[in-house]
């Protein structure tokens, strides 16, 4: 692997032929992306988890989601391909490869790929208050037209019900791989003067699962390379606005920050401190009726968790 480091301005995205058909073909992409929220459907209903455990609903969900959101992409050939150019080709999922969703048409002998997607579920209720993705590809194994694409999603009852996802980010790959290098190099405040990135040499568009197209950081930095809502400047508009989504009248930002005072070792008395610690900070803040709003919010939320 070569030593590289990004160039110091900040990188800028591809200029795309706007006649070239899979540029065309881009553009329908990101529309049938950002309609998921109408139509994904996930028939499988979620009940009986405790809600200190609904931290870990990614891990057991997160898969089944992406491979729904596939499903509902070849739903969508419509928008994505309403002139008929792109017949027989249809959507894959393969956990192991990058980009992990691929346009792929398999008649005639060689697999042809049209267009990559590098897809990320975001479970919005999960405790770290971001998309915990990492991202690590290099840059080089980012065809022109490929995207990546981060959907959030939550249950339709908070603790329970069916899984619904809300508008997702979507991004050139390319342009995110070169933005969180620049970053890093270049933003992040570290101690280390060893902010270099290192390129496997032969890196290209869709390896294979053996091919090596993960980059590499001269040094670690706490194992957060990678970590793109780290990355200011990139997600930080499309997070809070997730933030803001409500979910049965409540605020995602609420719903997480209550869950995360409600672990499997806190006592009651220790959570009654830190909500009334809570409102306490915020009526230092705001008038008396707006803290007397947070308040009355808090016990709707203690309610819905535990009726």
Request: contains cysteine; charged residues 20%.
């Amino acid at each position: 692997m070569g030593v590289t480091v990004p160039g110091t301005g900040k990188p800028k995205r591809l200029k795309l032929d706007p006649n070239d058909p899979v540029t065309v073909l881009r553009e329908g992409v990101i529309r049938a992306l950002l309609a998921l929220p109408g139509y994904f459907e996930f028939g499988n209903p979620v009940s009986g988890i405790n809600a200190t455990d609904l931290f870990s609903l990614n891990s057991l969900l997160g898969a089944a989601i992406e491979t729904e959101v596939v499903r509902t992409l070849n739903k969508l050939r419509n928008v994505w391909d309403p002139g008929g150019a792109w017949t027989g080709f249809r959507f894959e999922r393969s956990s192991q490869a990058f980009p992990d969703v691929r346009l792929v048409s398999r008649s005639g002998g060689e697999p042809r790929i049209a267009i990559g997607i590098e897809l990320k579920g975001w479970y919005l209720l999960a405790k770290e208050g971001v998309p915990s993705m990492r991202y690590q590809v290099a840059p080089a194994a980012c065809a022109p037209h490929d995207l990546i694409c981060v959907v959030p999603w939550h249950l339709s009852n908070a603790v329970s019900g069916t899984a619904e996802v809300i508008e997702p980010w979507v991004e050139s790959a390319r342009y995110a791989a070169e933005y969180r290098d620049y970053w890093w190099s270049f933003i992040r405040k570290a101690k280390s003067h060893k902010k270099g990135v290192s390129y496997p040499e032969a890196a290209s568009p869709y390896p294979s699962k053996a091919d090596l197209v993960s980059a590499r950081p001269q040094e670690d930095g706490g194992g957060n390379f990678g970590r793109l809502p780290r990355a200011s400047g990139l997600m930080d508009g499309f997070i809070d606005n997730s933030k803001l989504h409500e979910v049965l009248g409540i605020p995602v930002s609420d719903w997480v920050a209550f869950l995360q005072l409600h672990s499997d070792s806190a006592t009651p008395d220790e959570i009654g401190l830190a909500l009334s610690a809570e409102v306490a900070r915020h009526t230092a803040k705001i008038a008396p009726g707006a803290a007397e709003e947070v308040f009355l919010l808090l016990q709707r939320i203690a309610r819905l968790i535990d009726p």
